[in-house]
């Protein structure tokens, strides 16, 4: 199984702020009342709004109730203990690290079991880390930019030479990549996505998306597959992506398997066509 090379993400640990303004930022964000949050977490309102102007120290264990009530990235959950003058909880082990190699093993059976299809591993900033034989194929195909030093789902897909040169329904599949790259800047507030997400506005006609109106009302399709055309052949592939369960380190939190399916029986022939063709070489 191949392992591409992919940029470090900065660590946040360093960020400085009081933890209480910390709190009301995210609290807002996700639009809670601060009767609402301190509710769903059993402390008063009081309390909480005394922890927001900075009247409180809020403990370790209530901070981490109120992270885990906002859904905050793990990252962020060091960031707030360390605001507040406690050492983080949550390690963030190199990808790369021994204690790893379980992981790994296991990614590598997964991505193996789903040839011929597309699968691929992805960091917290949507790069390829890891990929099976299928996925190595489309990525071959991107021109040696978008390939080096890393390949980014977002930028690869998006740009105007790279697979959106190829998707014959870029106006659909481009809107739905930007809105998800938009939701996960919104849900992250993570700096390197939202300087990706600046970067792909600035592609020709990706800006138009961001302007384009959502999934209209009524019945929608089951899913919104992606149509590409490939040395004269027509794919059409959806999508899912799979976290990691109860993680308690920041890098594996940050991991996803995006796997990709055929969405007809001509894209599946046409799948198993290429793997016994690169199979002989």
Not at 48 to 68: D, F, H, I, K, N
């Amino acid at each position: 199984m191949k392992t591409l090379h992919t940029s470090a993400r900065p660590s946040s640990h360093g960020q400085t702020g009081a933890v209480g303004t910390l709190i009301r930022e995210w609290r807002q964000q996700r639009r809670l009342s601060q009767m609402d949050l301190a509710l769903d977490v059993g402390i008063s309102p009081r309390h909480l709004s005394y922890v927001e102007t900075g009247r409180a120290r809020p403990g370790a264990e209530v901070l981490l109730a109120l992270a885990e009530r906002l859904a905050l990235p793990l990252r962020t959950r060091n960031v707030w203990l360390l605001a507040a003058g406690y050492a983080p909880r949550y390690t963030e082990q190199p990808l790369a690290s021994g204690q790893m190699s379980q992981i790994h093993a296991a990614l590598d059976k997964l991505l193996r079991a789903h040839d011929p299809y597309p699968g691929v591993v992805l960091d917290g900033g949507w790069n390829v880390v890891r990929a099976n034989s299928a996925a190595q194929r489309l990525i071959a195909l991107l021109p040696a930019a978008l390939r080096e030093p890393g390949v980014n789902m977002f930028r690869a897909s998006l740009h105007p030479e790279g697979y959106a040169a190829r998707t014959r329904n870029f106006d659909e599949w481009g809107a739905y990549l930007l809105r998800t790259l938009r939701r996960q800047v919104q849900e992250s507030r993570d700096a390197q996505l939202a300087k990706l997400e600046q970067e792909v506005l600035g592609y020709p006609h990706v800006a138009a998306l961001a302007e384009a109106p959502g999934p209209a009302g009524g019945m929608p399709e089951l899913l919104i597959p992606c149509e590409m055309e490939i040395g004269g052949h027509s794919l059409s592939l959806f999508t899912t992506l799979t976290a990691f369960g109860t993680p308690r380190d920041i890098t594996l939190a940050e991991l996803s398997v995006e796997l990709f399916y055929p969405s007809d029986p001509a894209t599946d022939a046409l799948l198993h066509q290429f793997a016994a063709a690169g199979a002989s070489g």
